[in-house]
């Protein structure tokens, strides 16, 4: 013989709590009122880990421009040093027209030093990127360019 719920003596909903939705939303309330605000802690600890993430991968593409600038600057010195008559001192000034015209503040403290023999040419460019944050100096950047002189063969 199978009793139904109530006959086997079962619980009455309104002694479980369920009986009002007064009452249940009493609890659930209980239960989140510790939680208030939460969201706002959980912002307030990311957003500057965020932030700063952000910052660095601004100032290491800054530092990559930088770079690519150096370098773009280191080549046209060389190719401007190796045309015959080879010179040096054309292949600093071509290097530092370009840096004047392409990298006039996001490379600082720059400097174009030019190495020559007889049969090659080197430039190298040196200096600085600019820095996003406040007191710390950019990232060192260091580039160089050779390339075999001219030589006119009758």
């Known amino acids: 013989m199978v009793r139904s719920a109530s006959q086997r003596g079962a619980p009455p909903l309104f002694r479980l709590g369920h009986a009002s939705g007064r009452r249940a939303s009493g609890v659930v309330r209980r239960r989140l009122s510790g939680e208030r605000g939460a969201a ?6 990311t957003f500057p880990v965020v932030l700063l993430l952000v910052m660095t991968l601004v100032q290491a593409a800054l530092w990559f421009h930088a770079r690519s600038i150096a370098l773009g600057a280191a080549q046209e ?10 010179s040096t ?5 071509a290097a530092e027209d370009f840096l004047n ?6 490379l600082t403290g720059r400097t174009v030093t030019v190495a020559g ?4 040419i080197e430039v190298t460019v040196t200096g600085t990127s600019l820095s996003l944050f406040p007191g ?9 360019a050779v390339g075999p002189v001219e030589r006119l063969i009758p």
């Open 117 to 120: 023999s007889p049969t090659s």
């Open 40 to 45: 706002s802690v959980e912002l307030a600890v």
């Open 101 to 106: 015209q392409a990298a006039s503040d996001l």
């Open 77 to 86: 010195g060389a190719r401007e040093g190796r045309v015959q008559p080879a």
């Open 136 to 144: 710390l100096s950019g990232w060192s950047v260091t580039q160089s």
């Open 89 to 93: 001192a054309r292949a600093g000034t």
